[in-house]
């Protein structure tokens, strides 16, 4: 039997013999992950005793939990807090027009042509893509342009263009 994960999991992802990257389960829905992974590494997963609130996020995708339930990325520990990580705000194409709709789908609202042309379709990734571009930041790997999706600044990005239009009081600063 696999290792079951749940939201608020952290991880480690390991990138050679010494170091290793971090992550955490921000949200589920069904059997889709909200992934984001930090850029700080820790030299073994004994010594990751870190407090999330001060690692900086530095990618994020929607997954699945493969690498996860084989033990490839062991969990560190259960139950931390990912409220405080941004979720991705996609566009949606609907019989009744375009809404915009977060990862969890609690978010859902109708949007313009004008605000749906600058968020993206919703998309998720193989885990082993988020290993490979987490791997290719701390050069172990050659960056690949197709990593640039990965980048959390995009969920940021996809939080201001509600904000900016109004559709949203605030966006989080994580």
């Not at 992950?33 to 005793?49: C, G, K, R, W």
């Not at 530095?58 to 699945?64: E, K, R």
């Amino acid at each position: 039997m696999g290792v079951r994960v749940k939201t608020g999991d952290l991880f480690c992802v390991p990138l050679d013999d010494a170091a290793f990257g971090l992550g955490i389960i921000a949200a589920g829905w069904r059997p889709e992950l909200y992934i984001v992974l930090f850029a700080e590494t820790v030299a073994s997963p004994q010594a990751a005793d870190v407090n999330t609130a001060s690692l900086t996020p530095l990618l994020a995708s929607s997954s699945l939990d493969a690498k996860l339930f084989v033990g490839d990325w062991p969990i560190l520990r259960r139950g931390t807090d990912s409220a405080a990580f941004s979720q991705p705000i996609y566009k949606v194409e609907e019989p009744d027009g375009t809404i915009a709709e977060s990862f969890d789908r609690k978010l859902r609202i109708p949007i313009s042509a004008n605000v749906a042309e600058r968020l993206q379709y919703r998309k998720g990734v193989a885990p082993v893509r988020l290993e490979k571009a987490l791997k290719a930041h701390h050069g172990f790997g050659e960056w690949l342009a197709h990593f640039d999706e990965l980048l959390y600044i995009n969920v940021l990005r996809s939080n201001t263009v509600l904000t900016e239009s109004g559709l949203l009081p605030t966006v989080r600063s994580n």
